[in-house]
């Protein structure tokens, strides 16, 4: 499949284990932010998202946390299973355009 | 419900050849959204189409175009290929302009020799 990143940050996690990933934002104005899973050979599928005058938000087995005083934000698999691993990007919007800013990227590799 | 459709999967140019990569929306979906992927960079934003009309572009060279057309479908198009034009482009499609819902396509990896 492709390459979706020669050298990205990795997160080894034992199947079962809850994963975090972090992120850090680069524009205080944005005020929309998501994130996003790549498996490969796939583009990148949507997860959870969450607006920036909340700041956690849960969804099935993930939960997104954003701290906007240090401009953070952090999603977390909780019981993660095989089918989790892949590349996961987060990513920024602003309210008035439609433009997605990526961030680099983290690969997570499930353990059985 | 068919998703973002992307083609050619694959495709290998030669330097200075040009390439016209499609992207059909899911139906209903009015907004087309590209992107370059690439390991060095990650994923940049290329353009935005809504109605057929041009409502936002990234830091690309002019090498790198797009268009609407009325059914929604996209193409962008690369002049001149460079080596470094070599990626994969990924097409994202969302009901609205200014619309977060994004669904992505596979993309198309383009291989410039």
């Known amino acids: 499949g492709e390459s979706v990143g020669l050298h990205l940050p990795t997160l080894s996690v034992q199947e079962g284990d809850n994963s975090i990933i972090n992120c850090a934002y680069s524009?205080?104005?944005?005020?929309?932010f998501i994130w996003y899973k790549q498996e490969s050979g796939k583009g990148p599928q949507f997860i959870i998202d969450i607006r920036s005058n909340m700041d956690k938000r849960q969804g099935q087995r993930v939960t997104v946390l954003l701290n906007k005083t240090v401009k953070h934000l952090s999603l977390q698999i909780a019981a993660t299973q095989p089918g989790d691993s892949a590349v996961y990007f987060c990513a920024e919007a602003k309210a008035a355009g439609n433009k997605l800013t990526f961030g680099g990227g983290t690969r997570v590799l499930v353990k059985p | 419900k068919a998703g973002v459709t992307q083609t050619p999967r694959y495709l290998i140019k030669t330097r200075g050849q040009q390439v016209t990569l499609s992207c059909s929306p899911i139906s209903g979906h009015r907004s087309v959204s590209w992107y370059q992927q690439t390991p060095g960079q990650g994923l940049q934003f290329l353009f935005e189409y809504f109605s057929e009309t041009q409502r936002n572009k990234g830091n690309f060279p002019g090498r790198f175009s797009g268009r609407q057309f009325s059914n929604s479908r996209s193409e962008m198009n690369v002049s001149t290929l460079e080596l470094g034009d070599s990626a994969l482009y990924l097409c994202?499609?969302?009901?609205?302009?200014?619309?977060?819902?994004?669904?992505f396509g596979s993309g198309t990896r383009l291989t410039v020799v």
């Open positions: 524009n205080s104005a944005s005020d929309y």
């Open positions: 994202a499609s969302s009901l609205a302009a200014g619309g977060h819902g994004y669904t």
